[in-house]
């Protein structure tokens, strides 16, 4: 049941006894697979976010503006290929907002499109060639620069990419911030992965 927007509601909203909440912003579809498996055991309360109520999403937000969800209230935030679909000026927005809403010591998940590796397989020429396979389909460099072309083709514009990333940026914007221990690791399939965490005290 979706809370659109209702504060108070959203004040009233809390784990089971003796379970941590993740906030999972842009949460899409509600598939398990979406939740990173760090967040799939039975010691996590999952609270989805999304921009687009045809997900019914517990909260409908957009990561831009997280005002219905108070301060320290929650103990993650898990972001999968979520901040390339808002502007350049508006990350430390949203990155802010990630930090207001965590308690003290929780920890920021972030993973999206790496584009130095992008940036590589377009300097050889291969734009629109297949650089991996997703659940959606081949993915090529520019759907990775761009957003998904099939979605957007098919009508759904959240899936336009407004800004990108490199492992360097992304630190420093979450540094920038106010997080702590950020780390960066660049795994494969074209993907920058990042966590951070919001000062204990």
Same mark, same amino acid.
């Given at each position: 049941?979706?809370? !659109? ?7 009233? @909203? ?9 906030? *999972? ?8 697979? *979406? @939740? *990173? ?11 989805? @976010? ?7 999403? $517990? ?69 629109? $060639? ?17 957003? *998904? ?13 407004? !800004? ?9 914007? @979450? ?19 990042? !966590? ?6």
């Amino acid at each position: 049941m979706g809370l !659109t927007l209702h504060r108070d509601k959203v004040r009233m @909203l809390s784990a089971p006894p003796g379970k941590k909440i993740v906030l *999972h912003v842009g949460c899409g579809s509600p598939r398990p697979e *979406h @939740l *990173h498996p760090s967040f799939r055991g039975s010691e996590w309360h999952e609270v989805r @976010l999304d921009i687009n109520p045809r997900v019914r999403p $517990d909260i409908v937000a957009s990561i831009v503006d997280l005002a219905p969800v108070p301060s320290d209230s929650v103990d993650a935030v898990w972001s999968s290929h979520n901040l390339e679909h808002v502007a350049a000026h508006e990350v430390p927005l949203v990155l802010s907002a990630f930090l207001r809403v965590l308690r003290p010591g929780g920890e920021a998940l972030i993973t999206l499109p790496d584009l130095q590796e992008a940036a590589r397989l377009i300097a050889a020429g291969k734009l629109e $060639d297949t650089a991996y396979m997703s659940p959606a389909g081949p993915i090529a460099p520019l759907d990775i620069v761009y957003g *998904h072309r099939n979605s957007v083709a098919r009508g759904n514009e959240f899936m336009g990419h407004r !800004t990108g990333f490199t492992a360097k940026t992304l630190k420093q914007k @979450l540094l920038d911030a106010g997080f702590v221990n950020v780390r960066i690791a660049r795994p494969g399939e074209f993907a920058i992965w990042a !966590t951070a965490r919001k000062p204990a005290g």
